[in-house]
C-alpha cells in the first residue's frame, strides 16, 4: 500500500483543467460493500456555500450512478494519464453491470473511512454528497451544447460534494 497524507484543499496546487480534463478521474462510491468505478473527464473544483467542493457530471445509463446515488460520499482518484491510459479507458468503456472491471483493472482499492478509492492515485478527493440535479434541455442557454452532446438524450445529473479529505501520495512513493 502507498502512504498518503492529508492536506487542506486550498493547498493543493494542481490544475483542475489539467487534473480533470487531461490525466482524468475515477469516480468510486460503495453500496452495502459492494463497489464500482467510471472514468471521467468532466467536472471542477471550488468553493461552493462556503465549502470546498468537487463537482462531477454522471449520465443516467451509468451502472457507477446507481452506487453514487445510494452512498454518502464518493471518492475522485486521480491517477497518471501516462501510465494508467489503458485502465482509464478500460474502466470508461466497460460497464460493472457486465463483469468485475475493478478486479481486471489490476488497481488496489483503498478506503478513507468508508469511502474507497484507487491506492495507485497521486491525489484523492473524499467528497460527502450535498447536492444532485439533473441536466435538462430546457436549461440551456447555448442549445449547440445540447445537441453537440446529448444527441441520445442521455443526460447527466450533476453532483456536489464537500470536500472532506484530500490525500496526496507521498512524494517518495512517485
Not at 46 to 69: C, E, P
Amino acid at each position: 500500500m502507498n502512504t498518503f497524507h492529508t492536506i487542506k484543499p486550498e493547498d493543493f496546487n494542481e490544475s483542475a483543467f489539467r487534473l480533470i480534463g487531461k490525466e482524468w478521474m475515477l469516480i468510486t462510491a460503495e453500496n452495502n460493500g459492494r463497489l464500482n468505478t467510471m472514468t471521467a473527464s468532466w467536472g471542477g473544483v471550488g468553493v461552493l456555500w462556503n465549502k470546498n467542493v468537487a463537482f462531477i457530471f454522471v449520465r443516467k445509463s451509468r451502472y457507477t450512478k446507481g452506487f453514487i446515488d445510494n452512498s454518502a460520499a464518493f471518492s475522485l482518484s486521480i491517477l497518471d494519464h501516462g501510465k494508467y491510459a489503458k485502465t482509464l479507458s478500460y474502466l470508461g468503456t466497460v460497464s460493472g453491470r457486465d463483469e468485475d472491471k475493478i478486479l481486471k483493472s489490476g488497481l488496489t482499492v483503498a478506503h478513507a473511512g468508508s469511502t474507497p478509492y484507487f491506492d495507485e492515485a497521486s491525489a484523492v478527493l473524499v467528497c460527502k454528497k450535498l447536492y444532485r440535479q439533473p441536466i435538462e434541455a430546457k436549461n440551456f442557454i447555448a442549445p449547440d451544447i445540447d445537441a453537440a452532446c446529448y444527441a441520445d438524450k442521455d443526460y447527466h445529473d450533476m453532483y456536489v460534494g464537500e470536500i472532506t479529505q484530500l490525500l496526496v501520495r507521498d512524494e517518495a512513493a512517485l
